[in-house]
C-alpha cells in the first residue's frame, strides 16, 4: 500500500484529504506544519508527501528545501497545494507539482496519482 | 517591512484603509493596540480584518492571519476574489494565513502564545489578526487564565510593534472580562427598520483616542467595508468664511427686485410649495445665473432624469443649461427611485461639491432625504450639520420640499421640528384658484439678514422663462390656495 504524508495546518482540510485519501486505498500519516512533517517522514518514509504552502512554524517550500538537503528524503515526489496563486513557485521551481486550491477531490486524486506513477518511472 | 523602529506606541495610528472608518475611529488604530472586532456571524468582520490586511500590504507592511475554527482560507480567499481591495500577488510574502487550531486543541493557550509569538517575528508582521477568538476563549480553563493569554499578547504587541485584531462571534451583551483588557471594541451589526435592514458599526471602547460615538451605517459592496460616520456626530470645528458682502442672486430681475439684498454666499433656502408649483424651475435659474457668471453649479435631483430635466427647462429659456451640462460647468446627479441612507445620501452630495467645487447647488427632491431616513427624530440634526458643512464649503444652497396639499385652507408644512429653523431662507409657491384661473404664487416666508419684499406675487413660467408680476392688492386667504375677494380685484402692475 503506497503512503501519503499530507501536510497543512487547517485541521478541516487535513481531515477531509486523509479521509478521501484512505478511500482511496492509501495509507496516510498527517502533520500539521513542515517540522512535524519532516519528523513524521525521518520515522516512516512516505511514497509521496502532499503539502500546503503557507503554514506556521516550517511552510511548503521550507520543507521542501529541507527535504532537498536531506538524504533519504530529496527523491520522495512532492505534491505544493496552496489557496495563493501558485505562479510564483511555479516560475522557480517548474518541476514541482502544484494544485490550486479549492480543488475537487478527483483532481486531487488523479494528480496524486500521476505523480506517484511519474515517480516510479525509469529516469 | 517592520513598523519604523522609533515610532511612538502611544500615539501612532494605522490607517485602516476602510472609507469612513478612519473618521469614526479619530484617525485609525493605534499602533500596538489590541481591539476587538464582535459582531454575529455575517456582521462583516471578517471583510473588515482583510480589507485592512491588504490596506497594510499596499502600504509595504506584514499581516499574519491567524484562523482557529474558522472558515478554510481558500473559502475565505474565494470570497475576497471579487473584492477589489484583494490583491493575490500579496500572498505570501505581505499576507499570510495560517490555521493554528491543532496547536490550540493540543497545547491550549500557552501553545497558542507560542505560536503566534513565533509566527509574527518570522514574519516581521505589523497587523496579527485572530479570526475565532471564541474558540480560544472556551479552550481557557478559567477567565482569568483566558485574561492572562490577552493581557501576554498585549505585552508581546507593545514589544513587538504589531497591532491586534481579534475577531469575536459574541454580540454587545454584558461586559465581559477580556474587554477589559483590549485597548478597543468595536461592534458590528444588522438592525431592522420595518422591512428594512441596515448595518451598524459602533466603537464600544476606544482607549487613548476620540471617536465618533453611537451607531453609524456601513455597507460591503465590491469594495469591501465603506463606513458612513452619521453626519452629526462629525465634529464641526470648521467655520464657514465669511464671504462678508457677497451676494447672489436667482437671475430672474422681477423676483430679485423682492430680494434686492439677494441671497447669502453659502446660505440655504428653502423652496417650498406642492408639486408642479414651480419649484424646480426657481431651483435651476438659480444655477442657470450661476453658470452664467462662470460659477461651477451642482444639481442633485431624486424625481426627473439628466435629460428630462434638461428637456424641460429648455422650454422654458434654459435651453443653455444644455450646453453648460455637456461642459461640466453644470453638474447633474439624479438619484433612481429606491431605498437609500441619509448619511450615503450626504456623503455624495457633499462629495459632488467638493469635486466640482460647486457654488451654486440646487438638491431638488429634500424628501428624497427625509425617506431616507429610519430614524425620523435624527433629520433636525442631521440637516443642522448639513447645511454647516455646505456653509463651510462656500457652497449657497436651494432644496426644494414639496408640501402634500395643492388647495385647502391648511397650511401643512412638512418639515421636521427645527428644519425650517436652520434653513436662512424661506420661498413658499403656491397654485392659487382666483376669478376661475390657476395662477401661481410666491411669497417670501422668510430672508435672514437683509430687506425683502413680503407681498405675494403672481408669477409665470413660459417660454421666455419664470416672471414675476405685481403684488395681489387684494383678495383674502391666497396662501391657502382658495383666494376671495373682499370686492373687486385689481392687481398693481
Given at each position: 500500500m503506497e503512503t501519503v504524508l499530507v501536510v497543512d495546518d487547517e485541521e478541516g482540510i487535513l481531515s477531509a484529504i486523509t479521509d478521501l485519501l484512505e478511500l482511496e486505498g492509501y495509507h496516510v500519516l498527517a502533520a500539521g506544519n513542515g517540522r512535524k512533517a519532516l519528523e513524521r517522514m525521518v520515522a516512516t518514509r512516505p511514497d509521496l508527501v502532499l503539502t500546503d504552502w503557507m503554514m506556521p512554524v516550517v511552510d511548503g517550500l521550507q520543507l521542501i528545501e529541507q527535504m532537498e538537503a536531506t538524504p533519504g528524503l530529496r527523491a520522495i515526489p512532492v505534491i505544493l497545494m496552496s489557496a495563493v496563486d501558485l505562479s510564483a513557485p511555479r516560475r522557480l521551481r517548474p518541476e514541482l507539482v502544484l494544485i490550486q486550491k479549492p480543488f475537487d477531490a478527483n483532481s486531487l486524486v488523479k494528480t496524486v496519482r500521476q505523480t506517484l506513477d511519474r515517480s516510479r518511472e525509469p529516469r | 517591512m517592520s513598523p519604523p523602529e522609533n515610532a511612538p506606541l502611544s500615539t501612532e495610528r494605522i490607517p485602516t484603509g476602510i472609507p469612513g472608518l478612519d473618521e469614526v475611529l479619530g484617525g485609525g488604530l493605534l499602533r500596538s493596540g489590541i481591539y476587538m472586532v464582535m459582531g454575529e456571524p455575517g456582521a462583516g468582520k471578517t471583510m473588515?480584518?482583510?480589507?485592512?490586511?491588504?490596506?497594510q500590504a499596499s502600504r509595504g507592511s506584514r499581516s499574519l492571519y491567524v484562523t482557529l475554527l474558522a472558515e478554510t482560507h481558500s473559502r475565505m480567499l474565494e470570497h475576497l476574489k471579487p473584492m477589489r481591495f484583494f490583491e493575490p500577488r500579496a500572498m505570501p510574502d505581505s499576507v499570510y494565513y495560517v490555521s493554528a487550531f491543532r496547536t490550540l486543541e493540543d497545547h491550549g493557550l500557552p501553545g497558542l502564545l507560542e505560536l503566534l509569538r513565533r509566527e509574527v517575528r518570522h514574519h516581521d508582521t505589523g497587523l496579527l489578526v485572530i479570526d475565532g477568538l471564541v474558540q480560544a476563549q472556551e479552550s481557557a480553563a478559567s477567565p482569568r487564565e483566558f485574561k492572562k493569554f490577552i493581557h501576554e499578547l498585549q505585552v508581546s504587541a507593545s514589544l513587538s510593534r504589531f497591532t491586534v485584531l481579534l475577531l469575536s462571534s459574541g454580540t454587545g451583551g454584558p461586559v465581559q472580562p477580556e474587554h477589559t483588557m483590549v485597548d478597543g471594541i468595536l461592534e458590528l451589526r444588522e438592525r431592522s427598520y420595518g422591512v428594512r435592514a441596515h448595518r451598524e458599526l459602533r466603537v464600544r471602547k476606544f482607549r487613548g483616542g476620540e471617536n465618533l460615538a453611537g451607531q453609524h451605517f456601513f455597507r460591503i459592496s465590491d469594495a469591501g467595508l465603506e463606513v458612513f460616520p452619521r453626519l452629526e456626530s462629525l465634529t464641526h470645528r470648521e467655520q464657514p468664511l465669511d464671504k462678508g458682502a457677497e451676494r447672489v442672486h436667482f437671475g430672474i430681475p422681477s423676483l430679485d427686485a423682492l430680494l434686492p439684498g439677494g441671497l447669502a454666499v453659502g446660505s440655504t433656502t428653502l423652496?417650498?410649495?406642492?408639486?408642479?408649483?414651480?419649484?424646480?424651475?426657481?431651483?435651476?435659474n438659480l444655477l442657470a445665473e450661476g453658470v452664467r457668471l462662470g460659477e461651477p453649479c451642482l444639481y442633485f435631483g431624486f424625481y426627473e432624469t439628466p435629460d428630462r430635466l434638461l428637456n424641460k427647462i429648455a422650454k422654458v429659456g434654459l435651453d443653455g443649461l444644455q450646453e453648460a451640462a455637456s461642459s461640466k460647468r453644470l453638474a447633474l446627479h439624479w438619484q433612481p427611485p429606491g431605498e437609500y441612507v441619509l448619511d450615503v445620501l450626504a456623503s455624495r452630495l457633499l462629495a459632488m461639491v467638493r469635486a466640482h467645487r460647486a457654488r451654486r447647488v440646487f438638491v431638488d427632491g429634500l424628501s428624497g432625504f427625509f425617506d431616507a431616513a429610519v430614524e425620523p427624530a435624527r433629520l433636525s440634526l442631521f440637516f443642522s450639520?448639513?447645511?454647516?458643512?455646505?456653509?463651510?464649503?462656500?457652497?449657497?444652497?436651494?432644496?426644494?420640499?414639496?408640501?402634500?396639499?395643492?388647495?385647502?385652507?391648511?397650511?401643512?408644512?412638512?418639515?421636521?421640528a427645527g428644519?425650517?429653523?436652520?434653513?436662512?431662507?424661506?420661498?413658499?409657491?403656491?397654485?392659487?384658484?382666483?376669478?376661475?384661473?390657476?395662477?401661481?404664487?410666491?411669497?417670501?416666508?422668510?430672508?435672514?439678514d437683509t430687506e425683502y419684499d413680503a407681498t405675494l406675487r403672481e408669477f409665470t413660467i413660459s417660454r421666455d422663462g419664470i416672471a414675476v408680476l405685481g403684488p395681489f392688492s387684494t383678495g383674502d386667504a391666497m396662501l391657502t390656495g382658495l383666494a376671495r375677494h373682499p370686492s373687486a380685484s385689481t392687481r398693481e402692475d
Amino acid at each position: 500500500m503506497e503512503t501519503v504524508l499530507v501536510v497543512d495546518d487547517e485541521e478541516g482540510i487535513l481531515s477531509a484529504i486523509t479521509d478521501l485519501l484512505e478511500l482511496e486505498g492509501y495509507h496516510v500519516l498527517a502533520a500539521g506544519n513542515g517540522r512535524k512533517a519532516l519528523e513524521r517522514m525521518v520515522a516512516t518514509r512516505p511514497d509521496l508527501v502532499l503539502t500546503d504552502w503557507m503554514m506556521p512554524v516550517v511552510d511548503g517550500l521550507q520543507l521542501i528545501e529541507q527535504m532537498e538537503a536531506t538524504p533519504g528524503l530529496r527523491a520522495i515526489p512532492v505534491i505544493l497545494m496552496s489557496a495563493v496563486d501558485l505562479s510564483a513557485p511555479r516560475r522557480l521551481r517548474p518541476e514541482l507539482v502544484l494544485i490550486q486550491k479549492p480543488f475537487d477531490a478527483n483532481s486531487l486524486v488523479k494528480t496524486v496519482r500521476q505523480t506517484l506513477d511519474r515517480s516510479r518511472e525509469p529516469r | 517591512m517592520s513598523p519604523p523602529e522609533n515610532a511612538p506606541l502611544s500615539t501612532e495610528r494605522i490607517p485602516t484603509g476602510i472609507p469612513g472608518l478612519d473618521e469614526v475611529l479619530g484617525g485609525g488604530l493605534l499602533r500596538s493596540g489590541i481591539y476587538m472586532v464582535m459582531g454575529e456571524p455575517g456582521a462583516g468582520k471578517t471583510m473588515l480584518a482583510n480589507q485592512l490586511c491588504y490596506h497594510q500590504a499596499s502600504r509595504g507592511s506584514r499581516s499574519l492571519y491567524v484562523t482557529l475554527l474558522a472558515e478554510t482560507h481558500s473559502r475565505m480567499l474565494e470570497h475576497l476574489k471579487p473584492m477589489r481591495f484583494f490583491e493575490p500577488r500579496a500572498m505570501p510574502d505581505s499576507v499570510y494565513y495560517v490555521s493554528a487550531f491543532r496547536t490550540l486543541e493540543d497545547h491550549g493557550l500557552p501553545g497558542l502564545l507560542e505560536l503566534l509569538r513565533r509566527e509574527v517575528r518570522h514574519h516581521d508582521t505589523g497587523l496579527l489578526v485572530i479570526d475565532g477568538l471564541v474558540q480560544a476563549q472556551e479552550s481557557a480553563a478559567s477567565p482569568r487564565e483566558f485574561k492572562k493569554f490577552i493581557h501576554e499578547l498585549q505585552v508581546s504587541a507593545s514589544l513587538s510593534r504589531f497591532t491586534v485584531l481579534l475577531l469575536s462571534s459574541g454580540t454587545g451583551g454584558p461586559v465581559q472580562p477580556e474587554h477589559t483588557m483590549v485597548d478597543g471594541i468595536l461592534e458590528l451589526r444588522e438592525r431592522s427598520y420595518g422591512v428594512r435592514a441596515h448595518r451598524e458599526l459602533r466603537v464600544r471602547k476606544f482607549r487613548g483616542g476620540e471617536n465618533l460615538a453611537g451607531q453609524h451605517f456601513f455597507r460591503i459592496s465590491d469594495a469591501g467595508l465603506e463606513v458612513f460616520p452619521r453626519l452629526e456626530s462629525l465634529t464641526h470645528r470648521e467655520q464657514p468664511l465669511d464671504k462678508g458682502a457677497e451676494r447672489v442672486h436667482f437671475g430672474i430681475p422681477s423676483l430679485d427686485a423682492l430680494l434686492p439684498g439677494g441671497l447669502a454666499v453659502g446660505s440655504t433656502t428653502l423652496l417650498l410649495g406642492p408639486s408642479g408649483s414651480g419649484k424646480t424651475m426657481l431651483g435651476t435659474n438659480l444655477l442657470a445665473e450661476g453658470v452664467r457668471l462662470g460659477e461651477p453649479c451642482l444639481y442633485f435631483g431624486f424625481y426627473e432624469t439628466p435629460d428630462r430635466l434638461l428637456n424641460k427647462i429648455a422650454k422654458v429659456g434654459l435651453d443653455g443649461l444644455q450646453e453648460a451640462a455637456s461642459s461640466k460647468r453644470l453638474a447633474l446627479h439624479w438619484q433612481p427611485p429606491g431605498e437609500y441612507v441619509l448619511d450615503v445620501l450626504a456623503s455624495r452630495l457633499l462629495a459632488m461639491v467638493r469635486a466640482h467645487r460647486a457654488r451654486r447647488v440646487f438638491v431638488d427632491g429634500l424628501s428624497g432625504f427625509f425617506d431616507a431616513a429610519v430614524e425620523p427624530a435624527r433629520l433636525s440634526l442631521f440637516f443642522s450639520a448639513l447645511t454647516h458643512a455646505l456653509r463651510c464649503m462656500g457652497a449657497t444652497t436651494a432644496f426644494s420640499l414639496e408640501t402634500p396639499q395643492v388647495f385647502g385652507p391648511e397650511l401643512t408644512f412638512p418639515m421636521g421640528a427645527g428644519i425650517s429653523a436652520v434653513t436662512e431662507n424661506l420661498l413658499f409657491l403656491r397654485h392659487v384658484e382666483l376669478d376661475s384661473r390657476l395662477r401661481r404664487l410666491v411669497s417670501i416666508l422668510k430672508l435672514r439678514d437683509t430687506e425683502y419684499d413680503a407681498t405675494l406675487r403672481e408669477f409665470t413660467i413660459s417660454r421666455d422663462g419664470i416672471a414675476v408680476l405685481g403684488p395681489f392688492s387684494t383678495g383674502d386667504a391666497m396662501l391657502t390656495g382658495l383666494a376671495r375677494h373682499p370686492s373687486a380685484s385689481t392687481r398693481e402692475d
